[in-house]
């Protein structure tokens, strides 16, 4: 039984421990200022999806625009010319919500927009989001409202689970070969 301790304390103390440790410091220390420098990535990739989306709206307006100058009296494209302008309001709100790092107000004006675009394909528009990428965005979204949690970006996330998993992915692809070598060599 004092063996354990022991061969513990021998390792414990030994300069090949002191290495291995501070090279594993020295590798998760870098992998998390590069998550920290790249918090405002996340923001740009956020506003630049809500711009795509502007864009395809804005594009999609113009094609009723353009229907209605040849009958004015149709319906159909009118109520479809309404939707895509509560649309673009609702992509106008959710920028500033970015903008703002309101988190609830984004998830809240992105499923409103969700609804806009299953009321808007219903009606018999066809706007370009699968219905199964709405289903589950606006269902993930609502999850995180009721419980009231930030999301988190699954790359350059600070949260200290996602962390623990990019740290684990990063030790299961290159530190098992390292550890190997120092093993290895003694």
Known sequence: MKLFPFELKKMVYSKKFVVLLLAVI????????????????????QLQVADE???????????HQYKLEDDPNNETELALEKMMYENMNILAELKGA???????AQLTKENAFFKSVVTYNEAGGE???????????????????DENIKPEHGVYSLAFPNFMKQVFEFF?????????????GT
């Open 26 to 45: 020295g590798a998760i220390v870098p992998l998390f200022i590069h998550n920290v420098v790249f918090q405002p990535v996340i923001k740009e990739d």
């Open 53 to 63: 989306r502007w864009s395809t709206s804005e594009m999609m307006l113009r094609g």
């Open 98 to 104: 970015v903008r703002a790092d309101d988190w609830e």
């Open 127 to 145: 706007y370009p989001l699968a219905a199964s990428d709405i289903v589950r965005k606006y269902a993930m979204n609502q999850k995180l409202l």
């Open 172 to 184: 299961f692809q290159f530190g098992a070969m390292i550890i190997m070598f120092i093993l290895i």
